[in-house]
């Protein structure tokens, strides 16, 4: 008996989004651009939040950890 082979989409990879060499999240293909998971505690302020690029998602992650950073101080 033989296994019919089953072709499947290749998953994206999450892309890791750093500030300052520190990983804040991953942004995820979702339907209209990236979604980004957090894991850290500074970048929890925009958890599941969408982005239509990369670049967007990093500039909110880094502007996040600006925040926490200056409500800490």
């Given amino acids: ?4 082979r ?3 989409a290749k ?3 999450p892309i890791v989004i750093e ?5 804040q999240g991953v942004v995820v ?7 980004f998971l957090a894991v850290k505690l500074p ?3 925009i ?3 969408h982005f239509p690029s990369i ?12 925040e926490h950073g200056a409500g800490a101080a």
């Fill in 1 to 4: 008996m033989q296994e019919n």
């Fill in 47 to 49: 958890d599941g939040q």
């Fill in 55 to 66: 670049e967007k998602a990093h500039l909110a992650a880094l502007q996040a950890v600006r």
């Fill in 29 to 35: 293909p979702h339907a209209e651009g990236y979604r």
């Fill in 11 to 13: 998953a994206q990879k």
């Fill in 19 to 23: 500030v300052g060499g520190e990983p």
């Fill in 6 to 8: 089953i072709s499947r």
């Fill in 43 to 45: 970048a929890f302020a």
